[in-house]
């Protein structure tokens, strides 16, 4: 079976779904692109070898050639495409965020669990990334013994135009929100956030630097600096009881040259994470193809959780103090999931 897929947004996340989709999996094929500009879409298509675009979403997504649908539009479409797919009973990998309020992402889970099976798979590609994966594996190895902290860094070179302060929590932070949980396998119970007092000389989108308290009783600290100015630069090193795992710049070369040494950054995470998104578009192919969903990708109620934290995080930062996180009842769609083996999330 090839999976036909809709691409919904030609933008540079799109574009990139597309090339992985065209190059590296053989099981599915680009059916259609959808985008609001008719000529990004025909340039993606073009460049990928697409049978058709389209600019109306939710027409595409009804279409009988396509079989799955790839959300890679602005934050704010995400909710309405993911209830269309989910309406349409076809499989949905949705970029991060699921959608941009706890309201919407609860729509979404409700739609799913009404429609009996699961259906969307949040695109937080990092659950991909191995050094994550070795790290959840000692975890649940107990090879550093119980884990007790992880420290995060997330660094961009600049923030795009339009990107806020309060972004670097609802944008941004979710990556370290989901990866935290997936890695440690424990719940975010709590959030405090914090900002540099140096405001002379801070930037538009001043850094941010958030603690979170899990139901294990871990602390994750995660420093966001969305204008670092040097390269894309994201760290992480997991404490337990009796050793470390820092995760390693996967840099390609080392330049020496006039007495110095130096290694490159990448310019953003595109490919810092190249791999981690192919293997997350090849587990969402090879789920739709054997009828599994993917034990590693996260789930929409994933996608919840993360939205639930950064909505916390927003009101920690506004009210200067630390903001509980309200214990939710999982729905059963989601626990089965969970209980297989190297099941997603806490
Ligand atoms: C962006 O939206 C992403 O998803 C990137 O992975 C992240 O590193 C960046 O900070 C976000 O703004």
Redesign the pocket.
């Known amino acids: 079976m090839t999976v036909r897929v809709a691409l919904i947004g030609a933008g540079s996340m799109g574009a990139d779904h597309a090339r992985i989709i065209a190059q590296d999996l053989p099981g599915a094929t680009l059916q259609v692109v959808c985008d609001a500009s008719a000529g990004r879409a025909r340039q993606v298509a073009e460049a990928t070898g697409a049978v058709d675009v389209a600019s109306d979403p939710f027409a595409a997504i009804e279409r009988s050639d396509v079989d799955a649908v790839l959300v890679a539009s602005p934050d704010e479409t995400h909710a309405a495409l993911c209830l269309a797919a989910i309406a349409a009973r076809k499989p949905v990998l949705c970029e ?1 965020p699921l959608a941009v309020t706890v309201a919407e992402c609860m729509e979404v889970v409700e739609a799913e669990v009404a429609a009996g099976e699961r259906l969307v798979q949040v695109g937080f590609m990092r659950r991909f990334e191995p050094a994550y994966v070795e790290m959840r594996e000692a975890v649940a190895g107990r090879t550093i013994g119980r884990a007790l902290m992880m420290h995060n860094a ?1 660094r ?1 070179v600049e923030a795009p135009a339009g ?1 806020t302060g309060k ?1 670097a929590i609802t ?2 932070a979710p ?1 370290e929100f989901d990866i935290a949980r997936f890695v440690l396998g424990s719940e975010a119970t709590a959030i405090s956030v914090f900002q540099p007092g140096i405001r002379d000389t801070t930037p538009s989108v001043a850094p941010v630097f958030i603690i979170m308290e899990t139901s294990d009783g871990q602390i994750v600290d995660i420093e966001v600096n ?1 204008n670092a100015g040097y390269g ?1 630069d ?1 760290r992480c090193e997991l404490v337990g009881e009796t050793g470390s795992i820092a995760m390693v710049p996967p840099a390609q070369v080392r330049l020496s040259a006039g007495l110095r040494a130096a290694e490159a950054y990448p310019a953003d ?1 595109r490919p810092r ?1 190249a791999e981690a998104y192919r293997l997350q578009d090849k587990a969402w192919i090879e789920a739709i193809r054997t009828g599994v969903p993917s034990a590693v990708g996260a789930s929409a109620w994933d996608g919840l959780r993360a939205t639930a934290i950064a909505e916390a995080g927003v009101r920690a930062l506004g009210e200067g103090a630390k903001v509980t996180l309200p214990e939710l009842t999982v729905p059963d769609l989601y626990r089965r999931e969970r209980a297989g083996p190297g099941a997603s999330g806490p």
């Open positions: 991060k997330h961009n990107f972004m944008n941004s990556h969305n894309y994201v995470w994470f």
